[in-house]
């Protein structure tokens, strides 16, 4: 009886411990969940992609239909959740005639390497405000709709020289939440975006200098509606100077 008495007593107090102890590991789960590092999949694939990229494995053109149909699966909530948009979104800012560009965090999650492959961005823009015309060299990006519409322009890069660019319209359209567009050196080079509402808020990755050995810049801002019409759809588009880009394309 004794015996059992205080056996008894020993697993109340076990229960009661385990239960306590349960109870408080459920608190401090709550409190960290914001900051417990977990595993995204499709970040630790974007990041895969990328080093096979930067390896030399994959083309620049299968690394944007992989990123494109890797985004475009993506689970929008936990992308959200991932880059911490609620605060990117309460803080961003509205330039008058371009866009803002504010680092993404991905340091807490789990299964990335420390130094990451891409350079993640948060974009916002005001009603009217551009991303100016612009190509790339040796440099791949990705832009995600988050938040609004904004028209997007896509053009080729077939012909250039010192003053012009000879450009190919690919892509003219209205990007809503979700749509995902790529630009490498060899598909998509320019890019051309204008916010049709607001706020326009975009996620963002660049690859940057994808060839250690080749000259790298940051972007070839372009005249694209002030470009001489040729054959074939073909436009011989001027090179412009970032501030002039911004005069004329920056705000509407
Ligand atoms: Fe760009």
Redesign the pocket.
Known sequence: MELSRRTFTLNMLGSMLTLSLVKSLAEVEVLANSVRPIVRKWLIEMESATQQLRLGRVKTTEWQSQIESLLSRVDLADLLKAIDFDRLAKTAVFPEDHESAEDVDFSRNKGLPEELSFAPYFYAMRKGAA?VP???RNMT?MHMMLKGQAHCWQFERVAEDAQYLTIKPTTDKVSEIGAVTT?SDHKDNI?WFKALSEPVFMFNI?VFRINPSEDFNG?DCIDPVGGEKLKDGLIRARRIELKKAYELYGKS
Do not use: D, F
Request: no cysteine; glycine share 22%.
């Open positions: 991303i612009h190509g790339h990006s630009v890019h660049g972007r």
